[in-house]
């Protein structure tokens, strides 16, 4: 993304310094710069000292690297070149408390550090990305109008950037975003199957499906539901012998385990450590992690003496069906945001961040993996409105419920049918579990709490006894046995 990020800068009438220890990679955006145009603004550079030497006043970072330690060996190696007044801007998917720890680093040195997530893959890097910073508000105001030239716009021509709160917060957002974006991948995708497998469509007649979703109700979009607008072109693409890419794609997403990719997983460890149920990611994360091995799963399938394959779906009217379908994996997508903004929440009550919703809906426009235009429309009046609400919990929204009880018997029919004809469907699943528990006053965990207690003398609340319900520990033991 960093190459992509170089050219949009220089193509916005900026001077660019390359760095990176692979002179083949700065040879190939040179080369790329030169056949555009533009090879009069990047320059490259092959020591700190040089390239810093050559930059003006402030000094202006951009870094797109991979996460973890790589930073700091970067943060110092250009550190004493570094003078107060400049700035870095960690456009990488970094953890947020490496984040804040390098603010702290520079900060005694009155060097501004920003965190700043990027969203919409190399393509977006290339011609306007999702930007979402964050840090203190006198170096977000002077590095906006730089963003603002390249990050993408929405369909009024508004720059999807803005800030999201202090400290590391830019890139906890981003990670929030990234776990959003896992959920409704996994609920498109068991939607593709659904409709490959179990009624038997081919990828055109599914790319054509994905297509009128596009266009019609919720998961329509003026610029985007992204996820399916792309979907609809990966069913229809062609190699140049005439046969589907599609079909010579492995059922393999090995991002987590090989290290690429860490915001799933943490923006999992976060929804447990604060005590969010956040099941749509939860288990579409397993799915990821489950479909990386397949050499496991190809010997699981040995000892078992074969598997549990799809069936196809009698089903009598197909359009009906295809509608089910369609309001089942928008329900998914919007549980996968309601999720995880309640991540948010709990986490800027925590760090005290400061999050601005409404510059986080802006920055979600367009340019990002989870545009999704009904959605972001409906968000619109809630997030405008953040400063004066009590919650963000969305399921605290008339119009967000509304639409999860229009789309509840549509998720559950298509859940049914699914897990009768052996589909793998743990995103559609969990969200209509999620639904189900999160407005019911009646739950297994009766049980589960008198066990608790019975073995371990972790005390219960009594029915009628306990009129705010908090989470908090009961106040009742009953001695089921004697010791």
């Avoid at 859940?415 to 004809?421: F, H, Q, Y």
Wanted: with cysteine; charged share 25%; proline share 4%.
């Amino acid at each position: 993304m960093g190459g992509g990020l170089a050219l949009l800068f220089a193509e916005k009438g900026l001077e660019v310094l390359l760095n990176d220890p692979s002179e083949e990679t700065m040879d190939g955006i040179l080369s790329q710069a030169k056949d555009g145009g533009i090879g009069d603004r990047i320059s490259e550079y092959k020591d700190y000292k040089t390239l810093c030497k050559n930059l003006g006043s402030p000094k202006v970072f951009l870094f797109s690297l991979p996460h973890g330690g790589v930073g700091d060996s970067v943060l110092e190696g250009l550190l004493p070149y570094l003078v107060k007044g400049d700035i870095i801007i960690d456009a990488g998917n970094e953890h947020y408390s490496n984040t804040e720890r390098r603010q702290g680093k520079c900060v005694t040195k009155g060097i501004r550090y920003v965190g700043m997530g990027v969203s919409g893959g190399y393509q977006a890097a290339r011609r306007g990305p999702s930007m979402c910073p964050g840090g203190d508000d006198e170096t977000l105001d002077m590095i906006l109008p730089l963003l603002q030239k390249a990050a993408a716009k929405d369909q009024k021509g508004n720059s999807c950037v803005g800030k999201a709160g202090t400290g590391g917060s830019g890139h906890y957002v981003k990670m929030i975003h990234n776990g959003i974006e896992h959920g409704m991948m996994s609920a498109v995708s068991e939607a593709w199957g659904i409709m490959v497998w179990g009624l038997d469509m081919k990828y055109e007649e599914v790319g054509d499906t994905f297509e009128k979703w596009n266009k019609d109700g919720q998961l329509q979009r003026q610029r985007g539901t992204f996820l399916i607008d792309i979907g609809a072109n990966i069913c229809r693409t062609k190699k140049s012998n005439g046969s589907k890419v599609l079909e010579e794609v492995e059922d393999k997403v090995v991002q987590d385990v090989t290290g690429e990719e860490g915001t799933g997983i943490w923006s999992n460890e976060e929804a447990v450590e604060l005590h969010i149920p956040a099941p749509t990611l939860a288990t579409a994360h397993f799915l990821r992690l489950a479909s990386a091995d397949r050499a496991q799963r190809s010997r699981v399938k040995d000892t078992f003496g074969g598997d549990f394959p799809p069936q196809k779906l009698e089903v009598k009217d197909k359009s009906a069906f295809l509608e089910d379908l369609r309001l089942a994996t928008y329900a998914a997508c919007l549980t996968a945001y309601i999720q995880r903004i309640n991540e948010i929440e709990e986490a800027d009550r925590m760090h005290k961040w400061n999050i601005n919703y409404a510059h986080v809906l802006q920055i979600w426009r367009a340019g990002c993996i989870i545009q999704a235009d009904y959605i972001a429309d409906m968000l619109q009046p809630i997030f405008a409105k953040f400063e004066t609400k009590d919650s963000m919990n969305l399921l605290f929204e008339k119009s967000v419920a509304r639409d999860l009880e229009k789309a509840q018997p549509s998720l559950k029919k298509i859940v049914i049918k699914a897990l009768e004809g052996n589909f793998v469907v743990p995103a559609l699943s969990a969200s209509l579990e999620y639904i189900k528990y999160s407005c019911s006053l009646d739950l297994p965990t009766q049980f589960y709490e008198a066990e608790l207690d019975y073995f371990g003398k972790h005390m219960y609340d009594k029915k009628g006894d306990d009129p705010e319900g908090k989470p908090e520990t009961g106040k009742h033991h009953f001695e089921w046995k004697a010791a």
